[in-house]
């Protein structure tokens, strides 16, 4: 007959086992990336906290922002925080708007079906995405070779087959497409690239952040009149990377 110290003595050399074994698990995890929240759940509170209660009544923007899976347009180190109040950086020095910036500037182009819209500044293709879900049509440049080549594999993986990702300098727009009945312009240009406006339809709305890439920018949204002239309106202050070129 054993001692019960003997079985004590069995029970706390498996347990000290099974911590030694543990140990390299934990390790590993540790360096995993975040995985991202319950994302159906996380979209819905970011559209009713960050947009809705900032007063984004739009329901196509709305339903827009709920559908898309932004988690998806972030790299894996972030996708924890995709659906946080906040920008996020997608390498190469850019980075993914604002959950809120991305509602608002996609609300005052009032798009409807069956617009095209010019994209300026793809990114990770998620406002390209937003805008997909409201419009016929979508055409976005970017100046960057590796974000456009991920923004067309990922269009292409989700199947955004409506949206047509180029690399090339944006300030000359995309003639061979135009007129566009909308542009949206991601980046801040120290001016309004005139191709872009001539490139606007008549009755067509364009968005871009103006001013110098060191400091505060204006939020400006220009319409042009069926005659080609063309009304401007400071919406805020905004800050946004800056507008390159080749």
Partial sequence: MREPGHHRHHRHCRRALARLM????????????????????????????????????????????????????????????????????????????????????????ALERPMKVLEIGTGSGYQAAVLAHIVDAVYTIEIVQALAEQAQQRMTAMGYDQVAVRHADGYAGWPQQAPFDAIIVTAAAAYVPPPLLQQLAPGGRMIIPVGSPFGVQRLMLLQKDADGAVRSRDLMPVRFVPFTRQ
């Avoid at 709920?66 to 995709?82: G, L, S």
């Fill in 22 to 109: 543990l140990l390299p698990l934990l390790a590993a995890a540790a360096t995993l990336p975040a995985t991202p929240p319950a994302t159906d759940a996380a979209r819905e509170r970011m559209v009713a906290q960050q947009i809705k209660a900032r007063g984004i009544t739009d329901p196509r923007v709305l339903a827009a922002m709920e559908a898309v899976p932004r988690h998806r347009f972030v790299p894996p180190a972030y996708q924890a925080r995709a659906y946080d109040d906040t920008p996020l950086p997608i390498g190469h020095g850019q980075t993914i708007s604002q959950p809120y910036i991305v509602a608002l500037m996609t609300a005052q182009l």
